[in-house]
T-cell receptor, first 111, second 114 residues
Framework: NAGVTQTPKFRVLKTGQSMTLLCAQD?????MYWYRQDPGMGLRLIHY???????AKGEVPDGYNVSRLKKQNFLLGLESAAPSQTSVYFC??????????FGDGTRLSIL | QKEVEQDPGPLSVPEGAIVSLNCTYS??????FMWYRQYSRKGPELLMY????GNKEDGRFTAQVDKSSKYISLFIRDSQPSDSATYLC??????????????FGRGTQLTVWP
């Protein structure tokens, strides 16, 4: 019973590099989410998906892209990383009107 | 103005104290209310989940929702050092932009000292 698994757990990037964060859930949930958490800002929604093949923008989508090719996976991409994207990234999943289940986060530093 | 307001604290109490954590909100479409606990370097974990107004109790934890005042609370009785964490309130609704999305408070950092 893994729940929501995020990889990698830590990463350091240089400005301008690209990378992809992977989120995998084994609960057959329809909805998946990507958040970033910064000190004093709480959790802010980047993008989300209400089903396989669908994505939608959240509060802070600029600089990020996402894909949901398989129901169990939700990928978050940074095409050209910037220092302002240094943060802790959380993935979550749920079914409609149920609480969200979170992964343990990816700590990303961009130098 | 954020849709969900939560005092970030920090809040520091002695072991055994009763802790009260609160959030206010502005969107009357919210119907589902949650409290998450987040330990350092971990993801948020669900603590309490309630629908509409009323109280819900689970062991030492009680969640209250007052929709008329747009105010929710979490009470922790007989607090323990293991309760030291950040507590996040969250809410969602059934229609429009509230459907399928959680709106979070900024979290309250709680320390319970022995």
């Amino acid at each position: 019973n893994a729940g929501v698994t995020q990889t990698p757990k830590f990463r350091v990037l240089k400005t301008g590099q690209s990378m992809t964060l992977l989120c995998a859930q084994d609960m057959n949930h329809e909805y998946m989410y990507w958040y970033r958490q910064d000190p004093g800002m709480g959790l802010r929604l980047i993008h989300y998906s209400v089903g396989e093949g669908t994505t939608a923008k959240g509060e802070v989508p600029d600089g990020y892209n996402v894909s949901r090719l398989k129901k169990q996976n939700f990928l978050l991409g940074l095409e050209s990383a910037a220092p302002s994207q240094t943060s802790v990234y959380f993935c979550a999943s749920t079914d409609r009107n149920q609480p969200q289940h979170f992964g343990d986060g990816t700590r990303l530093s961009i130098l | 103005q954020k849709e969900v307001e939560q005092d970030p604290g920090p809040l520091s109490v002695p072991e055994g104290a009763i802790v009260s954590l609160n959030c206010t909100y502005s969107n009357s479409a919210f119907q589902y209310f949650m409290w998450y606990r987040q330990y350092s370097r971990k993801g948020p974990e669900l603590l309490m989940y309630t629908y509409s107004s009323g109280n819900k109790e689970d062991g030492r934890f009680t969640a209250q929702v007052d929709k008329s005042s747009k105010y929710i609370s979490l009470f922790i009785r007989d607090s323990q050092p293991s309760d030291s964490a950040t507590y996040l309130c969250a809410m969602s609704g059934n229609r429009g932009s509230t459907l399928g999305r959680l709106y979070f408070g900024r979290g309250t950092q709680l320390t319970v000292w022995p």
